[in-house]
């Protein structure tokens, strides 16, 4: 009996089932970790409706208002305090930031031209580079756009707490990682087999072929449910660690909340890969009974 069948296979599943997801997942943690410093950054920028337009403008400003009028496709008129100004939003990266159904704030990016309606009272907050050109104040250059429903002296929190992913793992490149990572595991697992392959090798191979299901199998799937509590606890942890370090609260508490939201996670994880290796055995023994 040889096993190399199965390390083909395993090897296959671990690159399209862990290895490519886990990329996706960092790179979905990079861009939301790049969006919360930006809006935290934005507090040391100046004013838009504080600027004297008659004097040298600064290279980028921090510019908040509600969304007057609507030119073209493309151009917003947004009235600021003393101010409008206009904004050219052509093959630009916006950000929704609106209450979800559940009450809670979520952020969603979208590509301006995918835009296709605006809530009344929307707001925008904006950190761009201010210009005047033929006698318009114009908004340019723009580093990060939201577009919200609330008010501008919450929208900083508000972003920081929800500018994040749910679940990194659970990103566009594992979705199609996975449909992929089942087809070429199970031709593989199909080519390896023989007509007198031993029940351990084929119970094997179909437990390594459909391994993401394994989770959702009594009884791993108890530990599935831990897996998602403290899955969500870290989600809370880290919002509450940023939203920390925005208000600039002392080094222990967000230290408190780093250290609180990186337990909540290994102990997540911890769950996850229990609940996979154990529904394994179990898959694999009851298989061995039939084939």
């Known amino acids: 009996m040889t096993l190399f069948p199965v390390f083909i296979t395993a090897g296959t599943a671990f690159l399209f089932?862990?290895?490519?997801?886990?990329?996706?997942?960092?790179?979905?943690?990079?861009?939301w970790k790049s969006f919360r410093l930006s809006v935290m950054e934005a507090k040391n920028l100046?004013?838009?409706?504080?600027?004297?337009?008659?004097?040298?403008?600064?290279?980028y400003c921090l510019?908040?208002?509600e969304i007057d009028a609507m030119e073209g496709e493309n151009e917003l008129w947004i009235k600021s305090g003393k101010f409008s100004f206009?904004?050219?939003?052509?093959?630009?990266?916006?950000?929704?930031?609106s209450d979800f159904k559940s009450g809670e704030d979520r952020v969603y990016r979208q590509n301006w031209k995918n835009l296709k309606t605006l809530s009344p009272g929307s707001r925008i907050f904006a950190i761009a580079k201010p210009e005047i050109l033929e006698g318009r104040l114009i908004l340019e250059k723009h580093q990060l756009v939201i577009i919200h429903d609330g008010e501008d002296k919450t929208v900083?929190?508000?972003?920081?707490?929800?500018?994040?992913?749910?679940?990194?793992?659970?990103?566009?490149?594992?979705?199609?990682s996975l449909i992929i990572g089942v087809a070429v595991?199970?031709?593989?697992?199909?080519?390896?087999?023989?007509?007198?392959?031993?029940?351990?090798?084929?119970?094997?191979?179909?437990?390594?072929v459909f391994s993401p299901l394994l989770p959702l199998l009594?009884?791993?799937?108890?530990?599935?449910?831990?897996?998602?509590?403290?899955?969500?606890?870290?989600?809370?942890?880290?919002a509450k660690r940023d939203a920390a370090r925005l208000e600039q609260e002392k080094a222990s508490i967000i230290q408190s909340w780093n250290t609180k939201s990186l337990f909540a996670m290994a102990t997540s994880m911890l769950a996850f890969a229990v609940s996979v290796f154990l529904n394994g055995w179990i898959v694999v023994s009851l298989l061995r009974r039939f084939l």
């Not at 031709?187 to 179909?206: D, E, Q």
Request: charged fraction near 15%; charge should be positive.
């Open 17 to 31: 089932y862990a290895l490519i997801p886990v990329i996706g997942a960092f790179i979905s943690r990079k861009q």
């Open 46 to 59: 100046p004013m838009l409706d504080k600027l004297n337009l008659q004097g040298e403008l600064p290279e």
């Open 63 to 65: 510019a908040m208002g």
């Open 86 to 97: 206009v904004m050219d939003l052509e093959n630009s990266l916006v950000f929704l930031l």
């Open 156 to 176: 900083m929190r508000r972003a920081v707490w929800a500018g994040r992913h749910l679940n990194e793992y659970w990103n566009p490149l594992t979705q199609i």
């Open 185 to 208: 595991s199970s031709l593989l697992a199909s080519i390896s087999l023989g007509p007198r392959s031993p029940s351990l090798i084929l119970s094997l191979l179909i437990a390594i």
């Open 218 to 238: 009594p009884p791993g799937v108890l530990l599935f449910f831990l897996y998602r509590y403290n899955w969500r606890k870290a989600w809370y942890c880290r």
